[in-house]
């Protein structure tokens, strides 16, 4: 039985997975694999048009206890986003451009993308989807995408 363990191990490893999750009838596992990814996290990029989520922020925040950098770019900093500038670890950033999907980068792990904003009310009355992988190579090119937002977005503390 273990011998079969190692060789599943071993596919997992190889073959990348990518998850699909339905909003709202997936929340809560989204929230759970988040979490779950965000425990061993060192770096961590959020780029949202605007960003209202309770249970990612608690997860962010318990990063940011265990030494995470947490970089927020947002088009509206209105509401959550000023009150967790006061937390040592979030770096708030506004978009100089209009974002129109949202991306959450975990490391070079986990990056997941929707069409909407990380945002408690949006992602349970609608129905949306975020789509999570952590396939290496996708990663490496969505953060190559994101260098020049990172580069022309403004701290909101300058």
């Known amino acids: 039985m273990i011998k079969l363990l190692l060789l599943l191990l071993t596919f997992s490893a190889?073959?990348?997975?990518?998850?699909?999750?339905?909003?709202?009838?997936?929340?809560?596992?989204?929230?759970?694999?988040?979490?779950?990814?965000?425990?061993?996290?060192?770096?961590?990029?959020?780029?949202?048009p605007t960003y209202h989520h309770t249970e990612l922020t608690k997860g962010l925040l318990a990063s940011i206890k265990r030494?995470?950098?947490v970089?927020?770019?947002?088009?509206?900093?209105?509401?959550?986003?000023?009150?967790?500038v006061q937390y040592k670890g979030i770096n708030l950033y506004t978009s100089p451009i209009s974002l129109v999907q949202s991306i959450l980068l975990i490391d070079k792990?986990?990056?997941?993308?929707?069409?909407?904003?990380?945002?408690?009310?949006?992602l349970n009355s609608t129905h949306s989807?975020?789509?999570?992988?952590?396939?290496?190579?996708?990663?490496?090119?969505?953060?190559?995408?994101?260098?020049?937002?990172?580069t022309r977005s403004k701290s909101y503390l300058e």
Not at 21 to 47: D, E, G, M
Not at 112 to 122: A, P, Q, V
Not at 129 to 150: F, G, M, Q, Y
């Open 14 to 48: 190889v073959y990348p997975q990518e998850t699909i999750f339905n909003f709202p009838a997936n929340h809560n596992r989204f929230i759970h694999h988040i979490n779950r990814t965000l425990k061993n996290s060192s770096h961590i990029l959020i780029v949202t």
């Open 67 to 69: 030494g995470a950098d």
């Open 71 to 84: 970089k927020l770019i947002v088009q509206d900093p209105q509401g959550d986003p000023l009150s967790m």
């Open 109 to 122: 792990t986990l990056v997941c993308m929707s069409n909407e904003t990380l945002d408690d009310e949006i």
């Open 129 to 150: 989807s975020i789509r999570c992988s952590d396939e290496a190579s996708e990663i490496s090119a969505i953060h190559h995408v994101l260098t020049p937002l990172l």
